[in-house]
């Protein structure tokens, strides 16, 4: 059936760090993919998507990819924040990665 | 736009009794509510989707009798713990899809923590 894998972390960097997060999915079709984020104290809220092959998301720095041949959408940022500090989600439709806990340190 | 308010956030009860959780979307109509659990290493786990007007459809694993799942506007879906035990203490979201938006983004509520004691 449909699935998600992500990197499960947890993940710790430094202020400025580059950031990458792996996500590969199963699926039938080719479904949209989405990045989903959850702050502190926070419900989900959405990140980025993309909705067919090739296509890139991006939002507040972070960028993905969607690779049909690879069947992956990784998530990067070039320079996380401590202000990025969250767990991040990848998703199609509604099924989840187990999703990435992301420390940024001072 | 498309604010999902779940209630209550946060309940306490003693084991046997039920609880009912509820999900509305405020400023969208939703034919279509996901719940979940989400387990203490933060993983998200579909329980079921909803549908308006309809049976839910489980996920494997998931007992329909005990985590009942009722939808029946646009507007709202409800879960209702059954006869809750100390293991289904949990983290519980709902989320939801806008009518006709087949493989949108999902919007959720900021969840139910639900306490058996």
């Known amino acids: 059936g449909d699935s998600v894998t992500q990197m499960e972390g947890p993940v710790t960097l430094s202020e400025e760090a580059f950031l990458t997060i792996n996500c590969t999915y199963t699926?039938?079709?080719?479904?949209?993919l989405f990045w989903y984020v959850q702050y502190p104290g926070e419900g989900l809220q959405l990140l980025l998507k993309?909705?067919?092959?090739?296509d890139k998301g991006s939002n507040k720095g972070f960028e993905a990819t969607y690779r049909k041949e690879t069947t992956s959408f990784h998530l990067e940022k070039g320079s996380v924040q401590v202000s990025d500090s969250a767990v991040y989600f990848c998703?199609?439709?509604?099924?989840f990665g187990a999703g990435t806990r992301l420390t940024v340190k001072p | 736009g498309a604010v999902v308010s779940q209630h209550p956030s946060r309940v306490i009860c003693k084991s046997g009794t039920s609880v009912k959780i509820e999900c509305r979307s405020l400023?969208?109509?939703?034919?279509?509510m996901f719940w979940y659990r989400q387990f203490p290493k933060q993983s998200l786990m579909l329980m079921a989707t909803s549908n308006e007007g309809s049976k839910a459809t489980y996920e494997q694993g998931v007992e329909k009798d005990k985590f009942l799942i009722n939808h029946a506007s646009l507007t709202l879906s409800t879960l209702t713990v059954t006869s809750a035990h100390p293991e289904d203490s949990s983290f519980y979201i709902c989320?939801?899809?806008?009518?006709?938006?087949?493989?949108?983004?999902?919007?959720f509520g900021n969840g139910t923590r639900l306490t058996v004691t």
């Open positions: 400023d969208f109509q939703a034919t279509t």
């Open positions: 998703a199609h439709d509604m099924r």
């Open positions: 989320s939801a899809r806008l009518q006709g938006h087949y493989n949108s983004p999902l919007h």
């Open positions: 993309a909705t067919k092959a090739d």
């Open positions: 699926a039938t079709g080719y479904p949209s």
